[in-house]
């Protein structure tokens, strides 16, 4: 029952995924075929104005400052500084802007989109899900055939057809981006009334496939929850209805919550296509962008984020599934 | 207690004491389309206070059916067609045909009639603390009784016991299989109930905890904690020891009952006689028995 030591375990296991992680990330843009100092220069000598000398001193430029004349290792280790003091490098493709400031114009886009849709999908999901299984009949049925083929459907085919529905034939909301044209973001009521259009398709395509997946998992496990023999006794007992749902309610979310760790990282996922689909400024569309362009800094850092995000979603569920199974808890922290 | 025998499978005989409880014409089915399956088949039993009828039979008898429909705890693919519990001056009606029917019951469920269950090593939620699902028991019939004084409560009785307090702050998983089946019957009776179905309640368990169990419900029915028990088992020799009475259920009927005892030594049914020569008898004179019938067996076919 000792919950410090489990939660000392998971974060040392945590860390060392997290050091893999960094080292991934690092190596996989690198073991792309193509230079992107090659694409910066061919972009500079598309108007036909440079020489090849000048192509050439630029080439040694670009290269000399993004330290490409380095050897890997000193690459890597001049990259672990720089994400240890929180600086993501200069881009390759928007030279000079950092990538710090790249990503955080992205980041609160996919933020708003993604952080809602996981939760809202995952509570949603797992109470209709548990409605189901207790009411069993015609509105079992019609839950489980719905939310089964919601499950089975990968988020951009959602997305397209929600698109062409709502936005294309239907016209009722916007067809790309996050805001309309000629307006600047900030926190005012009108420029959020006018965000709030644009978000609704990309945040339901997330959130229904979301919702049809937890729905299934949670039906099944709630159905046989119903079977076990403590609910059984706590009936004999007198125990009252809704007392007994709470009981079952805890039990099958026990793996519930295993899945909404799996979850978060196909969402993430599946989130960068959704953004890609509506022309959402977020990071799915900045990854797009940067791996079109060799861009590697903006690639290891948008790569870095979304690593870090899924290790700390799991590290997190690990530690709820620890609070609410005393079984698992006993178990990890090596209880006798 | 009291026996006759009628064409339905009553059983009754004089009682010793008041009667406690009164159970007529129950009979289950399993199904509830036309292809039903008759599992317990028109059985009424009688039961005076601080008896304890031994229920016995073969698997599939329909023992566990009629406990449970006895405990109010039938619930789809098992209904209760028909059938009343008459006990404390109250007919229940027994019949559970719809899901309300499980609701009319509560009130009765732990308190008037309570159930020892046949699988209590999986009876206590693994993700509830022992004192949490007493709370709730407790709080099932009087809601407004606070948590330290449902534990109170819990933790009288189980020093009654000679049992440890400190389990009412484990897990299931925490508690040996012994321990657990204890703590049930604790929780079973903690609202000291009239009459309590313990349906194969040492099944699971070793000798030594069988013992300890079998000691605990004997010493809980002269504490006058409960009133009455229907002890169901298929294990005899438990119940000739425990039970002052005993039924014996063939497919659905009760074939025969009477004093253990009188039941036991002069068996008048054949199906109870055959039952009784089935238990197992432990001692050297049978093993002979069993090694000269296979030696036999061996001389007849023939050794290689």
């Known amino acids: 029952m000792n919950l410090g030591r489990y939660i000392a375990q998971k974060t040392v296991w945590y860390l060392v995924a997290l050091v893999a992680a960094v080292g991934l990330n690092f190596l996989l843009p690198r073991l792309v075929p193509g230079n992107p100092v090659d694409v910066i220069v061919s972009n500079l000598s598309r108007g036909g104005s440079v020489t090849s000398e000048q192509q050439k001193q630029v080439y040694e430029s670009y290269v000399q400052e993004f330290g ?23 881009s390759f493709a928007y030279y000079p802007a950092s990538v710090n400031d790249l990503v955080g114009q992205a980041l609160p886009w996919s933020i708003a989109v993604q952080l809602p849709a996981i939760l809202i999908g995952w509570i949603l999901g797992n109470v209709v899900g548990a409605i189901a299984a207790f009411r069993g009949g015609n509105w079992d049925r019609s839950v489980f055939t719905s939310s089964l083929f919601l499950s089975a459907m990968p988020y951009y085919c959602l997305s397209i057809l929600l698109l062409y529905g709502f936005a294309v034939v239907a016209g009722i909301f916007p067809v790309g981006g996050a805001y309309s044209l000629g307006l600047t973001p900030e926190f ?102 940067a791996i079109s362009a060799n861009d590697y800094p903006v690639i290891q850092a948008v790569t870095l984020i979304i690593t870090v995000a899924v290790l700390v979603a799991n590290f997190a569920v690990e530690i709820v599934y620890g609070i609410v199974d005393p079984r698992i808890r006993a178990a990890k922290s090596g209880e006798k | 207690m009291s026996t006759t025998n009628t064409p339905s499978g009553t059983a009754s005989s004089p009682s010793r004491s008041g009667i406690l409880a009164r159970a007529e014409n129950i009979r289950c089915v399993y199904g509830g389309g036309e292809e039903d399956f008759t599992a317990v088949d028109g059985v009424s039993i009688e039961l005076g206070e601080g008896e304890i009828l031994g229920l016995a039979g073969e698997s599939g008898c329909g023992k566990t059916t009629l406990g449970n429909a006895l405990a109010m705890i039938a619930t789809p693919p098992l209904y209760v067609l028909s059938g009343t519990l008459e006990i404390d001056g109250e007919t229940i009606d027994l019949s559970t045909l719809q899901p309300s ?133 298929h294990d005899l020799p438990v119940l000739s020891q425990v039970s002052d009475k005993l039924a014996i259920m063939n497919a659905g009927s009760i074939v025969e009952s009477g004093p253990t005892r009188q039941l036991v030594e002069n068996a008048q049914h054949p199906y109870t006689r055959k039952l009784l020569s089935s238990v197992l008898d432990p001692s050297q004179e049978t093993r002979r028995r069993g090694v000269a019938r296979r030696s036999t067996t061996t001389e007849e076919v023939g050794t290689p």
Not at chain 1, 231 to 236: C, H, I, K
Not at chain 1, 244 to 251: A, D, E, G, L
């Open chain 2, 101 to 233: 029917d499980l609701k009319r019951h509560r009130p009765y469920r732990g308190r008037t009639v309570s159930m020892l269950p046949q699988g209590a090593m999986n009876s206590i939620s693994p993700t509830l603390r022992i004192s949490s699902l007493v709370r709730d028991v407790m709080r099932a019939h009087d809601p407004k009784i606070t948590k330290d004084e449902a534990l109170d409560l819990a933790r009288e009785r189980l020093k009654m016991l000679d049992m440890p307090v400190r389990v009412l702050d484990s897990y299931a998983h925490q508690l040996s299989g012994g321990m657990k089946q204890r703590m049930i019957t604790v929780i079973s009776t903690l609202q000291n109930p009239r009459l309590l179905i313990a349906d194969e309640p040492t099944s699971a368990l070793d000798v030594s905890s069988q013992r300890m169990l079998v000691e605990m419900l004997l010493e809980m029915v002269q504490q006058g904690i409960m009133s009455g028990v229907v002890f169901v088992t």
């Open chain 1, 68 to 90: 490409l004349d380095q050897s890997l290792w000193a690459q890597f280790l001049t990259y672990l500084g720089k994400v240890f003091t929180g600086d993501l490098g200069t």
């Open chain 1, 188 to 289: 005012s009521l009108s420029f959020i009334w006018d965000a709030v259009s644009y978000y609704w398709l990309p945040f339901l395509s997330l959130v229904v496939v979301f919702i049809g997946g937890q729905a299934v998992g949670m039906r099944s496990m709630a159905i046989y929850e119903l079977g076990g023999d403590y609910v059984n006794y706590a009936r004999a007992m007198g125990i009252r209805d809704n007392k007994i749902t709470q009981y079952i309610f805890r039990n099958a979310m026990l793996p519930q919550i295993t899945g909404l760790a799996l979850a978060i990282g196909t969402l993430v996922g599946g989130a960068l296509i959704t953004e890609l689909v509506f022309s959402y400024p977020g990071v799915g569309t900045l990854l797009f962008n």
